[in-house]
C-alpha cells in the first residue's frame, strides 16, 4: 500500500516546516533559549535486543583497548608505515568520516582510539589536505564523552545557516554522527566555530532517536531538487537502511526504508548516497552500504546499488550486486562532500575487522585508501558499473625507474631491482598470444597466465597475475611471511571477460598496502601485505603463452607522510 503522508494534508516540505515550528520554537532560535520535545518516532522492532552486541564496533568494555595501554614502538611500526598513505600517528584507527572540502581545505576525519592500538574508546580523529594526499595531523575534533563514543557520521556545509545554530549572516560545518553505548545508538548533531578543528554537541541532542543499540552512522546530503537535507542511516540489524529528511539538520522526519536487498552479512552500516557521472553522459544516483562480518572474501566489504532517487526513496535499476572491492580490505567507504566540480571522490579504510587489531604493528593500526575518483561505466555486458581510479598520484611521482621489455616468450620472464622505504606505481597493458589449438578445457587456467611478481631472495613472493584464456585476476599475498593468522586470506581473485587477452593494471605498492586498478578501474583490489624481509626486485613472466607488453612504468612515489617510515 502506498506510503502514508507524513500529516495528512500536507506537503512533505510544509510537513517539515510544521515539525520544526511545532518542535519548540520558529526555526533559527537559539536552542539555549528554545529546548523542543524529542521528535515522535516509531520504535525500531530491534529496539528490545538491549544486549546485543555490535559485530563491527565492538563494545569498548569488550575490548584490549577500553582501558589504556602502554605505546609500544618496535622495528615493524616503521618497516610497514606507508609513505603515502594516510596512518595515524599511534593508536587505532578505522572508519573514515566527516569528508568534506570546506572551500580551501578537505577535511579527513576518522574513528580513532588515541590510546592504544586496540578498537575503544572512540574519538573523530583529524586531518586536513590541500591535495588529498599530503595530509597534516589536526587536534581531536569529537570526544568520547560521558553520553558514549564518538561513532560514524558526516559533516556539512551548513552555508545559508539552516540549521539556526551560527550567528545571523554566518554558516558554519555541522557534524551528524551516532553516539554509542552498549544500549543505545542514538543520532547527534554538532557544530564547528572554529573551521573544523573542533565540534560541540548542542543541547537539544539526540537530534534523532528510535530507541534501538543497532541504529548508525548517518550520512547527510542537501538534495537541489526538492531543497532539503536528507539523511541515509543504518538500521544495522534489520539490514536496512532508512532515509530521512530535514529543512533545519536539527528536526528529522522518517522517508522509506531501503532493504533487506544485496548482501546481508550481521549488520548494515556506513551506508553513503551520492549521484556519479556516467562516462559518456548523465549520472545515476548510487547507494553504498558497508557489510559486517559476511563479505563473500570474509568479514567486511562493501557493496553498491545503482539506481534514481527521488528525494524521498531509492530504487534500484536492477538486482545486480556490485561490490566495491574483490580483496578484503576496503571497507567502510565515504564520499566526499561539497567536492569541486561535483566530482565523486571517496576514501575507505584500509582493514578488515577480522584481523585489524591482530596486525604486527604495536604502536598504530589502520590506514586509509588513496582517494578515488568514481564514475559509472557500462560494461561489455551493458550493466553499469563503478569504476575506480586513484586521484592525483601522478603528482607524486619522481623519475621513472628504468624497466625495459617489450616482449615476453612463453616460459621467459624479465626483472629489475626494487629502490627500498619508498612506495611504488608500476603502469602496464599487456597482450597474451593467441590460446594454442585444441588447448584442452582443463588447461586453460594454467596457460596464457601473465604474472607480476614482487619478491625478495628469502623466497618471500606477492604475486598478481592474469589468466588470459580463462579471465581471471588475482592477487596472492600468502607468500609472505610477516603476519600469520586464519582469516588473513592469502588468494582473491575476480572475472574478466573470457578470452579477451589483453590486460591493463595500475597498481600502487606501499609498504603494507596494496591497491590494484585493472580493467579500466572497474576491476579493484586493496589488500595489507606484510612480508617479513623488504621486497627487492620485481619480475614479469609469461607462462604457456608469449605476451606483447604495450605499456610499462614503473615510478618511486615521493613521500608525504609525515611519520617515521623505513627511508
Excluded at 561505466?377 to 617489450?406: M, N, V
Excluded at 581471471?472 to 599475498?477: A, C, F, N, S
Aim: aromatic share 10%; proline share 8%; with cysteine.
Amino acid at each position: 500500500m502506498p506510503e502514508r503522508p507524513v500529516f495528512p494534508g500536507l506537503s512533505r516540505r510544509r510537513a517539515l516546516a510544521s515539525l520544526v515550528a511545532t518542535g519548540g520554537g520558529l526555526m533559527g532560535a537559539a536552542l539555549a533559549q528554545a529546548a523542543p520535545g524529542p521528535v515522535a518516532a516509531p520504535k525500531a522492532p530491534d529496539g528490545e535486543r538491549k544486549a546485543e552486541p555490535n559485530a563491527s564496533h565492538p563494545s569498548p568494555a569488550d575490548q584490549p583497548g577500553a582501558t589504556a595501554h602502554p605505546v609500544i614502538r618496535t622495528q615493524s611500526d616503521a618497516l610497514y608505515r606507508p609513505t603515502i598513505h594516510f596512518s595515524p600517528e599511534s593508536g587505532f584507527m578505522n572508519d573514515p568520516n566527516g569528508l568534506i572540502h570546506d572551500g580551501s581545505v578537505f577535511h579527513l576525519y576518522y574513528q580513532y582510539d588515541p590510546f592504544a592500538p586496540y578498537a575503544g574508546h572512540v574519538h573523530w580523529g583529524h586531518a586536513t589536505s590541500k591535495d588529498l594526499l599530503s595530509w597534516q595531523d589536526q587536534p581531536i575534533a569529537l570526544n568520547e564523552s560521558p553520553a558514549g563514543e564518538a561513532f560514524t557520521g558526516c559533516t556539512v556545509l551548513d552555508a545559508q545557516n539552516s540549521s539556526g545554530l551560527f550567528k545571523e549572516g554566518q554558516g558554519g560545518l555541522v557534524a551528524l554522527y551516532t553516539r554509542a553505548t552498549p544500549k543505545k545508538q542514538s543520532q547527534y548533531l554538532a557544530i564547528s566555530e572554529d573551521g573544523g578543528q573542533s565540534f560541540h554537541d548542542i543541547a537539544q541532542n539526540p537530534v534523532l532517536d528510535i530507541g534501538s543499540n543497532s541504529f548508525r552512522d548517518p550520512q547527510v546530503i542537501f538534495h537541489e531538487p526538492t531543497r532539503q537535507w536528507v539523511m541515509v542511516v543504518a538500521k544495522s540489524r534489520l539490514h536496512q537502511i532508512a532515509f530521512y529528511a530535514s529543512i533545519d539538520l536539527r528536526h528529522w522526519v522518517h522517508l522509506s526504508d531501503f532493504g533487506p536487498s544485496g548482501l546481508y552479512g550481521v549488520d548494515y552500516e556506513c551506508p553513503n548516497l551520492i549521484e556519479i557521472p556516467v562516462e559518456g553522459g548523465g549520472s545515476r544516483w548510487v547507494l553504498f552500504i558497508s557489510v559486517n562480518p559476511g563479505g563473500p572474501t570474509g568479514g567486511s566489504i562493501t557493496q553498491y546499488f545503482v539506481g534514481s532517487f527521488d528525494g524521498s526513496r531509492f530504487t534500484p535499476d536492477d538486482t545486480v550486486i556490485g561490490l566495491t572491492d574483490f580483496a578484503k580490505d576496503a571497507y567502510a567507504l565515504q564520499c566526499y562532500q561539497n567536492m569541486p566540480g561535483k566530482q565523486a571522490v571517496s576514501i575507505a579504510w584500509l582493514g578488515n575487522w577480522q584481523y585489524c587489531q591482530e596486525l604486527p604493528t604495536q604502536s598504530w593500526r589502520g590506514c586509509m585508501t588513496l582517494p578515488r575518483l568514481m564514475t559509472l561505466r557500462h560494461d561489455s555486458a551493458g550493466w553499469l558499473r563503478l569504476a575506480q581510479a586513484p586521484k592525483g598520484l601522478e603528482t607524486l611521482r619522481e623519475a621513472p625507474i628504468a624497466f625495459t621489455c617489450q616482449r615476453l616468450a612463453a616460459g621467459a620472464s624479465a626483472s629489475v631491482p626494487l629502490p627500498q622505504g619508498v612506495a611504488l606505481e608500476l603502469v602496464l597493458s599487456a597482450t597474451v598470444d593467441q590460446m594454442p589449438p585444441n588447448l584442452p578445457l582443463g588447461d586453460k587456467g594454467r596457460t596464457g597466465r601473465f604474472v607480476i611478481v614482487f619478491g625478495n631472495d628469502m623466497g618471500e613472493n606477492l604475486t598478481i597475475g592474469f589468466d588470459a584464456f580463462s579471465g581471471q585476476l588475482w592477487i596472492d599475498r600468502a607468500d609472505l611471511n610477516g603476519f600469520k593468522q586464519p582469516f588473513f586470506t592469502g588468494q582473491f581473485s575476480t572475472p574478466l571477460n573470457a578470452d579477451d587477452r589483453h590486460f591493463d593494471i595500475r597498481l600502487v605498492l606501499d609498504a603494507c598496502t596494496l591497491e590494484v586498478f585493472a580493467n579500466g578501474g572497474l576491476s579493484v583490489g586493496t589488500a595489507l601485505l606484510f612480508s617479513a624481509n623488504p621486497l627487492s626486485f620485481l619480475k614479469l613472466e609469461a607462462t604457456g603463452a608469449g605476451a606483447s607488453i604495450e605499456t610499462l612504468g614503473l615510478y618511486r612515489l615521493r613521500k608525504v607522510m609525515p611519520r617515521e617510515t623505513a627511508l
